[in-house]
């Protein structure tokens, strides 16, 4: 089972050259907490980013193990490169597997993802990193923080039906704000 994790402003903002625009402690516990001592995989350019951080070093020091997307990337002590989207469903199918940051790897891993957990920050950004559109998946609200954060947990409709009911009230929903 895939699951994303991701906070986003109320435009879908959710970073500008690999950055993300806030620094939100609660955000980041929850982040933490969420995916400590999971399996954890992100693309080769999360990856590089990262390690200016933590060079030579395990740069997620609380995973059980960091998986990396890259065709050109080798295995390290504390990385193992994963070469397609079909090594790692066949791999790591049976387990749960947290998807790190950026809308780029969801595109590219939507239709195995299962659940999104996002953070909704109060402020709006003006940068270059958009939250994609996610037309049929169940929304439930996890609550809010004291900062005034809010968590979603998006999981994935499977069948014709639920994917017909929710497109449905999505369209009610737009019609109702258009009002």
Not at 153 to 179: F, H, M, V
Request: aromatic residues 16%.
């Amino acid at each position: 089972m895939l699951k994303w994790i991701v906070a986003m402003d109320k435009n879908g903002v959710i970073g500008k050259d690999w950055w993300m625009p806030w620094h939100e402690p609660e955000d980041l516990k929850r982040f933490k907490e969420m995916t400590q001592w999971q399996i954890c995989l992100m693309w080769r350019s999360t990856y590089e980013w990262l390690k200016k951080y933590r060079p030579n070093s395990e740069w997620y020091p609380h995973a059980k193990k960091n998986l990396v997307l890259s065709k050109s990337l080798e295995n390290k002590p504390w990385i193992e490169v994963i070469h397609n989207i079909d090594e790692l469903i066949h791999k790591y199918s049976n387990d749960i597997v947290w998807v790190l940051w950026w809308a780029k790897t969801f595109e590219v891993l939507a239709p195995y993802i299962d659940e999104i957990y996002i953070t909704l920050v109060p402020w709006e950004h003006d940068w270059d990193t958009y939250m994609p559109n996610l037309p049929a998946w169940y929304i439930e609200d996890l609550g809010n923080t004291k900062s005034w954060l809010k968590f979603k947990k998006y999981t994935r409709a499977k069948d014709a039906e639920s994917i017909r009911l929710i497109e449905n009230q999505n369209r009610i929903n737009t019609l109702q704000k258009k009002q």
